[in-house]
Structure formats: C-alpha cells, structure tokens
Nanobody, 123 residues
Framework: QVQLVESGGGLVQAGGSLRLSCAAS????????MGWFRQAPGKEREFVAA????????YYADSVKGRFTISRDNAKNTVYLQMNSLKPEDTALYYC????????????????WGQGTQVTVSS
C-alpha cells in the first residue's frame, strides 16, 4: 500500500511559477512510475507528466511541454512538478499518482492517488 500526499498548490498570477510536491509512504517508492494529473471543474482528469521509477525517463502532455518539469528524489520518497510560465488554463486540482503499469498517460494506469492540491492561475 502506498499513500500519497500533495502540497505546494496555491494562487499565482499568469506567468508565475509553483512547485508541487508529492510525498509517498512505503519502502518501494523507487519501483513505482509516478505521474501528475489535473482536473478542472466540469472536465475529465487529464495527464500532465510522468516519470519512471529511476527517474531516467519523463513524459509530458503537449500542453505543458517546455513549461513543466517532473522530477523525483527516491531518497526522500518525493516526486515534484515544477510549473513555470503558468497560464489561466492551467487552473485545476492537481493529483499525484503512482503505479507500475506502462500506461503512464491514463488514470487507469495508476493504482494509488493523492487527495489533490489546488492550483489557481489568475489573468
């Protein structure tokens, strides 16, 4: 069992930056692919970024490529999402997820989810 707790969300102006963190419990953190998803009101949950267990490979949605960076520190059981050049359309509840499936871009590819952290970008 893995428990995930996100933090770092908040209100920021367009063009600003935020760094989200996701702390995981358990001893096998490095064996899990980790992902970030987001969900805006009235919309489906969408993929943002993912990283392999070793951190050697990363994947991004086209909408955030070049602006967001996913990373992880396995010694701290933590995954991060650095978000730069934020836009109002990035406003959403951001979720951290963990799993072992190769299906990194869909919610069904993950077994464990955090409770979410709100990101609001004002224009």
């Amino acid at each position: 069992q893995v428990q995930l707790v996100e933090s770092g969300g908040g209100l920021v102006q367009a063009g600003g930056s935020l760094r989200l963190s996701c702390a995981a419990s358990g001893r096998t953190f490095s064996s899990y692919r980790m992902g970030w998803f987001r969900q805006a009101p009235g919309k489906e949950r969408e993929f943002v970024a993912a990283i392999t267990g070793s951190g050697g490979s990363t994947y991004y949605a086209d909408s955030v490529k070049g602006r967001f960076t996913i990373s992880r520190d396995n010694a701290k059981n933590t995954v991060y999402l650095q978000m730069n050049s934020l836009k109002p359309e990035d406003t959403a509840l951001y979720y951290c997820a963990g799993g072992r499936s190769s299906l990194y871009a869909i919610p069904g590819g993950y077994n464990y989810w955090g409770q979410g952290t709100q990101v609001t970008v004002s224009s």
